[in-house]
């Protein structure tokens, strides 16, 4: 399954805050497995994402602040866009909204973010 990188932060955001919740054994099984997938991304996003501030930014004023100056800004953003809209390859089975517990508590927001990872079978 391709998806963005944005996609893949905010879906696995929203799977570790509702992962407390109890569910079925095979639900678990693959939220788990979708979520250590999705992890792997994210790992490397971080380290991208700090590359691009390295090259781009200047420490702050603040200590453990980065500034990015207006003469960088531009190629800071395009950097920054494109890091955000790569399309990944994941290895992660959909999650079958009918396989979710009727009494799982997620928000409007976290489900929204899981759309992409979510069929309605």
């Given at each position: 399954?391709?998806?963005?990188?944005i996609e893949?932060?905010?879906?696995?955001?929203?799977l570790t805050s509702f992962?407390?919740?109890k569910m079925t054994l095979p639900l678990a099984v693959k939220v788990t497995r979708v979520t250590k997938e999705?992890?792997?991304?994210?790992?490397?996003?971080?380290?991208?994402?700090k590359d691009i501030f390295d090259e781009y930014?200047?420490?702050?004023e603040k200590p453990g602040t980065i500034a990015?100056?207006?003469?960088?800004?531009?190629?800071f953003n395009?950097?920054?866009?494109e890091l955000m809209e790569s399309e990944i390859e994941v290895e992660v089975e959909p999650i079958a909204m009918a396989s979710l517990p009727d009494t799982l508590e997620v928000t409007p927001h976290d489900l929204a973010a899981l759309g992409c990872?979510?069929?309605?079978?």
């Open positions: 399954m391709k998806l963005t990188t893949i932060i905010t879906a696995h955001k929203a992962s407390d919740n999705l992890a792997n991304v994210v790992e490397a996003f971080e380290k991208n994402r930014g200047t420490e702050g990015i100056s207006t003469e960088n800004f531009e190629a395009a950097a920054y866009t990872i979510l069929t309605e079978d």
